[in-house]
Structures are given as C-alpha cells and as structure tokens.
Nanobody, 128 residues
Framework: QVQLVESGGGLVQAGGSLRLSCAPS????????MGWFRQVPGKQREFVAAFSWLGGRQFYGDSAKGRFTISRDDAKNTLDLQMNNLKPEDTAVYYC?????????????????????WGQGTQVTVSS
C-alpha cells in the first residue's frame, strides 16, 4: 500500500513563499491522481489543488488560484505545491492525497471523499 510523506511546511511571514513536496513510498506519482488539501481545527478539509493522473490537467481551489502552483516531477517521484504570496488565512495542516486511476470526473478531484490514500500532513503557519 502506498504511503504518502509530506515535507516543506513551516513558519513564514505573510507575503512569503513555501514549497511543499509529497513523496509516495511504495508507489509512483504517475500511477495516481494526486492532490493537496488543507485543514484547520474545527473545519472540514478544504481542497487546494490537484494533478490529473494522465498529467494533462491541474485543478485549483479558489483560495489557491493565482498564488499556488501544483506540479509533478516523475523523475523525482514527487508532487509539489509552490505557494507564493502566503496569507495568514493559509495557515493550516496541508495533506497530500492520492487516488487510484479509476474513471474520474473533474468534480472528483475537488472532493476529499474521492481519494484513497492520505499523508500525515505538514503544518504551514503564516504570521501577519
């Protein structure tokens, strides 16, 4: 079973940047549809961005559009999330997720229920 390991979280000032990385052990990033979600205490897990299995499309949540970029590096076997112009409201635990490449509609990428594997999460804290 694939295990997802996130890295790259930390503390940054507002306006700064962070790059998160997700590495699947026991699997290949090119074998899954993959995405990033985030969660703050007391709230539901929120979709951030996703990368389609065939690599042809990227999907972004409203909070990520224009500031975050998702990418997949097949050679390094990682899924990355470049986050620029960070805001205090971006503070959350960020989770990497992977889904088996069954038939997926674009809407499936936005739903946490449509992912099969999850990482442990990495904390991102943005100070004002």
């Amino acid at each position: 079973q694939v295990q997802l390991v996130e890295s790259g979280g930390g503390l940054v000032q507002a306006g700064g940047s962070l790059r998160l990385s997700c590495a699947p052990s026991g699997g290949s990033v090119s074998s899954y549809a993959m995405g990033w979600f985030r969660q703050v205490p007391g709230k539901q897990r929120e979709f951030v961005a996703a990368f389609s299995w065939l690599g042809g499309r990227q999907f972004y949540g409203d909070s990520a559009k224009g500031r975050f970029t998702i990418s997949r590096d097949d050679a390094k076997n990682t899924l990355d999330l470049q986050m620029n112009n960070l805001k205090p409201e971006d503070t959350a635990v960020y989770y990497c997720a992977a889904a088996l490449p069954r038939n997926r509609t674009p809407a499936d990428y936005y739903s946490a229920l449509k992912y099969d594997h999850w990482g442990q999460g990495t904390q991102v804290t943005v100070s004002s």
